[in-house]
């Protein structure tokens, strides 16, 4: 049973801009942090951003800070990464991740719900 369906990944040349959506089918969906983390070939899985329930609380790691945006719409619970200025280095398969414990647990893996994964391809 799938509980959260990524989509949005791409293939998009160094500069540009990619949209990542995370459908939640969780039952009180609303009530989870919700993040995404991404693994590149060859590497470990990695936090790369995360909200609380309400989407005001927001998160990120330094390696996105300013270029990334999370933000979520509980009305249809569904998480977005909005991802501008793409570099080479962006290039991985993003994973959507929910907790109910909160975003500090979130972003230590520490995750109730994964996703499958979207991949995103940025070309130098």
């Known amino acids: 049973q799938v509980q959260l369906v990524e989509s949005g990944g791409d293939t998009v040349q160094t500069g540009g801009s990619l949209r990542l959506s995370c459908a939640a089918y969780?039952?009180?969906?609303?009530?989870?942090?919700m993040g995404w983390f991404r693994q590149a070939p060859g590497k470990e899985r990695e936090f790369v951003a995360a909200c609380d329930w309400s989407g005001r609380n927001l998160y990120y790691a330094d390696s996105v800070e300013g270029r990334f945006t999370i933000s979520r719409d509980n009305a249809k619970n569904t998480v977005f990464l909005q991802m501008n200025s793409l570099k080479p280095e962006d290039t991985a398969t993003y994973y959507c991740a929910a907790d109910l414990s909160g975003p500090p647990a979130l972003m230590k893996g520490e995750v109730d719900y994964w996703g499958q994964g979207t991949h995103v391809t940025v070309s130098s």
């Open positions: 969780i039952y009180a969906a609303s009530t989870y942090a």
